[in-house]
């Protein structure tokens, strides 16, 4: 068999090695023999010799682009060129073109196909050579200028863009030789290669190669899709890959455009067994601003097919971090809205033979090596008995399943539709002890849904014959499948069995702790929504799963956090400071201060000033300081931020201990003779709050990954992540600041108000620093 496969590819004019490749490809091959077999009959029916055919490489060409659905016109095409009358490969893809255009109808004007594809336009030699002598012509000056360094395809486009029916070789040709009968023969000095722009360095190319990289993304994701997605236009859906077509799709599709009015229609479907987290994000994203851009609509769907892990707590908590990306669901809908109508569409399938109840074990129906079911082929009407005791509690949890019979791309072997679990439903109660599968349950909600653009990540790509059978076998409208990259972060981990195991080892709080990347954390730390929506907008949209450093997320946030988080004092490790001269300085008790010092015109907030203040410990050093210190110390002076004093250093006061508890200081105003290097931060007359400081919580990039961390990834964590500090000192007008209010602690970092805060206490947790290296000198 694959000696004569390998014969018919030959016949098309491939070379060993080239059919050695495509044998391997094994759709491709049958897509080829069976275009080999068709051209075949059509030359013998009108008497031509089959032994060989010059036109293979045209047949070839078509294998490899046209769609499997496009099977039952490609004799139409096949015909055209075993007719000769589609001669080149431009005619070619442009037949293909037109039935991929008219791929639901069964019979082809072909009259009309003919037009599309050129045939009987004959572009003759001397058509040729006169385009490609005017095209040269409106280049001439900057080509004699430029000579061979000018991009020679910019006039082959055009004379294509004339001549489109042309042949490409002897265009080509045709341009070459009118070029060099223009220029003469080239020189040693064209043969040179091209200079290097005068300052271009390694250094330079890489930046020019990382902002291209950069140029993948965009500042939203609306205006990402606007400029990169390509995706199918409504009601085309027979046109992308894979789709399957049959006798109902025109009539589905255009039941559907009834229905819908051709409006774009997304959903995002998570489930309700745990938190969202960055990854949701981009899936969020995605499928919200895919309906936005184009001016559609976006549902969010649960996806509550599976009782046991489910909870309250996880469907409101999932649509509260919806919404908080900034994002209004169409409609909130639920699987479990469609248990009846999925129950009424799995009799239907038995009653097709397209499922069966099965008795296999989890452990026998898992892995590759997976043998087809001693069950497969039982009676019908066994099977709707069967299911019916499945539905009426007759059979206990494992002792039987529905499959679908059905083989999916990845290997997997009829999968399970529905099974067995005797637990109480969020939404359903205790109506129904069958719960459906994902497999069964996604794709057939889609089409209840009217969705156009069903996007997901890559790993459900393997699903996709599985998702458009499933409808097909039901004859139900069948949208389209879409896959992206999925999106993950190292130095965390996001499965939620390992995040539960993190909360019940009581490493971190709950799912909403700040070290975690949950949705819900990260809202916590302080991480803004349109930050968050900026940094997945600039990853861009690709088909490669994307691994990222926090350090990443962390740009977008500052930068956000930059513009919009008001400026104020905060003392994280307080030593008190007494100014000696306080009376004869002649200040005011109080200042008012810019939120943003920078913009002299924003709002003000007033802080108190007086005899006694608190600065940083480490804004202090006693003794003789060492050579890189900056601030305060003997014979040292610093400045003050805002309030435009200069401290010299008196005395220092200690305790019985030994250990430091103040300075007294003298001070002056700021003059050109005295003006300090550094200015500090300082309060007085404070309030105290809590701050939370936190660390990553993983040391290692991976710490799922068992080769890295051997000893699992509870082993992997930092036991110094967080760190409390119960007495840090703000000024006193931030006792009025609600929860999720941030600030830039000025020399210190980006915080944000927890809601742990009541009236008693005010609790800050750190969302950045600064900077990432932001050490005081």
Same mark, same amino acid.
């Given at each position: 068999?694959?000696?004569?496969?390998?014969?018919?590819?030959?016949?098309?004019?491939?070379?060993?090695?080239?059919?050695?490749?495509?044998?391997?490809?094994?759709?491709?091959?049958?897509?080829?023999?069976?275009?080999?077999?068709?051209?075949?009959?059509?030359?013998?029916?009108?008497?031509?010799?089959?032994?060989?055919?010059?036109?293979?490489?045209?047949?070839?060409?078509?294998?490899?682009?046209?769609?499997?659905?496009?099977?039952?016109?490609?004799?139409?095409?096949?015909?055209?060129?075993?007719?000769?009358?589609?001669?080149?490969?431009?005619?070619?893809?442009?037949?293909?073109?037109?039935?991929?255009?008219?791929?639901?109808?069964?019979?082809?004007?072909?009259?009309?196909?003919?037009?599309?594809?050129?045939? /009987?336009? *004959?572009? !003759?030699?001397?058509?040729? @050579?006169?385009?490609?002598?005017?095209? %040269? #012509?409106?280049? =001439?000056?900057?080509?004699?200028?430029?000579?061979?360094?000018?991009?020679?395809?910019?006039?082959?486009?055009?004379?294509?863009?004339?001549?489109?029916?042309?042949?490409?070789?002897?265009?080509?040709?045709?341009?070459?030789?009118?070029?060099?009968?223009?220029?003469?023969?080239?020189?040693?000095?064209?043969?040179?290669?091209?200079?290097?722009?005068?300052?271009?360095?390694?250094?330079?190319?890489?930046?020019?190669?990382?902002?291209?990289?950069?140029?993948?993304?965009?500042?939203?994701?609306?205006?990402?899709?606007?400029?990169?997605?390509?995706?199918?236009?409504?009601?085309?859906?027979?046109?992308?890959?894979?789709?399957?077509?049959?006798?109902?799709?025109?009539?589905?599709?255009?039941?559907?455009?009834?229905?819908?009015? /051709?409006? *774009?229609? !997304?959903?995002?479907?998570? @489930?309700?067994?745990?938190?969202?987290? %960055? #990854?949701?994000? =981009?899936?969020?994203?995605?499928?919200?601003?895919?309906?936005?851009?184009?001016?559609?609509?976006?549902?969010?769907?649960?996806?509550?097919?599976?009782?046991?892990?489910?909870?309250?707590?996880?469907?409101?908590?999932?649509?509260?971090?919806?919404?908080?990306?900034?994002?209004?669901?169409?409609?909130?809908?639920?699987?479990?809205?469609?248990?009846?109508?999925?129950?009424?569409?799995?009799?239907?399938?038995?009653?097709?033979?397209?499922?069966?109840?099965?008795?296999?074990?989890?452990?026998?129906?898992?892995?590759?090596?997976?043998?087809?079911?001693?069950?497969?082929?039982?009676?019908?009407?066994?099977?709707?008995?069967?299911?019916?005791?499945?539905?009426?509690?007759?059979?206990?949890?494992?002792?039987?399943?529905?499959?679908?019979?059905?083989?999916?791309?990845?290997?997997?072997?009829?999968?399970?539709?529905?099974? %067995?679990?005797?637990?109480?439903?969020?939404?359903?109660?205790?109506?129904?002890?069958?719960?459906?599968?994902?497999?069964?349950?996604?794709?057939?909600?889609?089409?209840?849904?009217?969705?156009?653009?069903?996007?997901?990540?890559?790993?459900?790509?393997?699903?996709?014959?599985?998702?458009?059978?499933?409808?097909?076998?039901?004859?139900?409208?069948?949208?389209?499948?879409?896959?992206?990259?999925?999106?993950?972060?190292?130095?965390?981990?996001?499965?939620?069995?390992?995040?539960?195991?993190?909360?019940?080892?009581?490493?971190?709080?709950?799912?909403?702790?700040?070290?975690?990347?949950?949705?819900?954390?990260?809202?916590?730390?302080?991480?803004?929504?349109?930050?968050?929506?900026?940094?997945?907008?600039?990853?861009?949209?690709?088909?490669?799963?994307?691994?990222?450093?926090?350090?990443?997320?962390?740009?977008?946030?500052?930068?956000?956090?930059?513009?919009?988080?008001?400026?104020?004092?905060?003392?994280?490790?307080?030593?008190?400071?007494?100014?000696?001269?306080?009376?004869?300085?002649?200040?005011?008790?109080?200042?008012?201060?810019?939120?943003?010092?920078?913009?002299?015109?924003?709002?003000?907030?007033?802080?108190?000033?007086?005899?006694?203040?608190?600065?940083?410990?480490?804004?202090?050093?006693?003794?003789?300081?060492?050579?890189?210190?900056?601030?305060?110390?003997?014979?040292?002076?610093?400045?003050?931020?805002?309030?435009?004093?200069?401290?010299?250093?008196?005395?220092?006061?200690?305790?019985?201990?030994?250990?430091?508890?103040?300075?007294?200081?003298?001070?002056?105003?700021?003059?050109?003779?005295?003006?300090?290097?550094?200015?500090?931060?300082?309060?007085?007359?404070?309030?105290?709050?809590?701050?939370?400081?936190?660390?990553?919580?993983?040391?290692?990039?991976?710490?799922?990954?068992?080769?890295?961390?051997?000893?699992?990834?509870?082993?992997?964590?930092?036991?110094?992540?967080?760190?409390?500090?119960?007495?840090?000192?703000?000024?006193?007008?931030?006792?009025?600041?609600?929860?999720?209010?941030?600030?830039?602690?000025?020399?210190?970092?980006?915080?944000?108000?927890?809601?742990?805060?009541?009236?008693?206490?005010?609790?800050?947790?750190?969302?950045?620093?600064?900077?990432?290296?932001?050490?005081?000198?």
């Amino acid at each position: 068999r694959v000696v004569m496969a390998e014969a018919e590819l030959r016949w098309l004019g491939l070379s060993d090695s080239k059919v050695a490749e495509t044998i391997k490809n094994k759709s491709l091959t049958e897509q080829l023999l069976s275009i080999v077999k068709l051209a075949k009959e059509q030359l013998s029916s009108s008497g031509k010799k089959v032994d060989t055919f010059p036109k293979g490489s045209l047949l070839y060409n078509l294998g490899t682009k046209a769609k499997p659905q496009l099977a039952h016109h490609l004799p139409a095409v096949i015909r055209l060129i075993v007719e000769d009358k589609v001669k080149t490969e431009t005619q070619a893809t442009a037949a293909i073109n037109y039935i991929l255009a008219h791929a639901l109808e069964n019979d082809l004007n072909v009259a009309e196909l003919e037009k599309e594809c050129g045939v /009987g336009i *004959v572009v !003759t030699a001397d058509e040729m @050579e006169h385009t490609i002598k005017s095209v %040269i #012509g409106s280049y =001439k000056d900057k080509l004699v200028a430029d000579r061979y360094q000018f991009p020679i395809g910019k006039i082959l486009g055009d004379a294509r863009a004339k001549l489109k029916w042309a042949d490409g070789k002897f265009l080509a040709t045709e341009v070459e030789l009118q070029v060099r009968n223009l220029l003469g023969p080239k020189t040693d000095e064209d043969l040179k290669p091209k200079p290097k722009v005068k300052g271009e360095k390694e250094g330079e190319k890489k930046k020019v190669e990382e902002s291209q990289e950069e140029s993948e993304g965009a500042a939203t994701m609306e205006e990402l899709i606007k400029s990169r997605a390509r995706l199918h236009k409504v009601g085309e859906n027979y046109q992308t890959d894979g789709y399957q077509v049959t006798p109902h799709t025109e009539r589905l599709i255009k039941e559907h455009l009834q229905r819908t009015g /051709g409006q *774009v229609r !997304t959903r995002f479907p998570p @489930e309700p067994n745990g938190l969202l987290h %960055i #990854g949701h994000a =981009k899936a969020i994203n995605i499928n919200f601003a895919y309906a936005n851009a184009l001016d559609g609509v976006c549902n969010l769907r649960f996806d509550d097919t599976n009782p046991e892990k489910e909870e309250k707590k996880f469907f409101e908590g999932i649509e509260q971090m919806v919404r908080w990306l900034g994002y209004t669901p169409a409609e909130v809908t639920y699987s479990s809205d469609n248990f009846e109508q999925l129950y009424k569409w799995a009799i239907v399938l038995i009653e097709k033979g397209h499922a069966f109840v099965c008795h296999q074990t989890v452990e026998e129906m898992r892995g590759q090596e997976q043998t087809l079911s001693p069950w497969r082929d039982r009676p019908i009407h066994e099977n709707l008995e069967l299911f019916q005791d499945m539905k009426n509690g007759k059979l206990e949890e494992g002792e039987a399943t529905l499959r679908l019979k059905h083989i999916l791309e990845e290997g997997k072997v009829d999968p399970v539709a529905y099974r %067995i679990k005797y637990c109480h439903h969020e939404r359903t109660h205790d109506k129904w002890c069958i719960y459906p599968t994902y497999d069964y349950t996604h794709c057939l909600c889609d089409s209840i849904e009217d969705i156009t653009h069903s996007l997901c990540t890559k790993e459900f790509q393997s699903r996709r014959s599985s998702y458009y059978w499933l409808c097909n076998a039901l004859d139900v409208y069948c949208p389209v499948q879409w896959e992206y990259g999925r999106l993950n972060v190292n130095y965390t981990v996001v499965s939620k069995r390992k995040i539960l195991k993190l909360i019940t080892s009581k490493i971190v709080r709950d799912w909403d702790d700040p070290r975690l990347f949950t949705l819900a954390a990260l809202r916590r730390r302080g991480i803004p929504a349109e930050a968050l929506n900026s940094f997945v907008a600039r990853l861009g949209i690709t088909g490669s799963q994307m691994v990222v450093d926090p350090h990443l997320l962390d740009a977008s946030v500052r930068d956000y956090l930059n513009l919009h988080s008001p400026r104020t004092m905060a003392v994280l490790d307080p030593i008190s400071v007494s100014i000696t001269n306080f009376d004869t300085l002649g200040l005011a008790s109080s200042i008012s201060i810019p939120d943003f010092p920078s913009v002299p015109s924003s709002s003000k907030h007033n802080i108190s000033f007086g005899k006694t203040i608190f600065i940083e410990r480490d804004d202090f050093q006693s003794g003789v300081p060492s050579k890189d210190f900056r601030r305060l110390a003997k014979g040292q002076s610093v400045g003050l931020k805002h309030i435009g004093l200069v401290l010299h250093l008196e005395r220092e006061i200690t305790g019985e201990d030994g250990s430091l508890i103040g300075v007294e200081v003298k001070a002056e105003e700021v003059s050109e003779r005295n003006k300090p290097t550094v200015f500090i931060h300082w309060v007085a007359n404070p309030i105290p709050v809590q701050v939370r400081l936190y660390e990553r919580l993983f040391h290692h990039k991976n710490p799922e990954d068992t080769t890295e961390v051997p000893g699992g990834f509870l082993s992997d964590c930092n036991e110094n992540s967080l760190t409390i500090l119960h007495r840090v000192l703000v000024d006193r007008y931030m006792a009025n600041i609600k929860v999720w209010d941030r600030f830039q602690f000025e020399r210190i970092g980006f915080f944000s108000v927890d809601p742990d805060t009541t009236k008693a206490k005010i609790v800050f947790n750190r969302t950045l620093l600064l900077r990432e290296d932001s050490g005081k000198k």
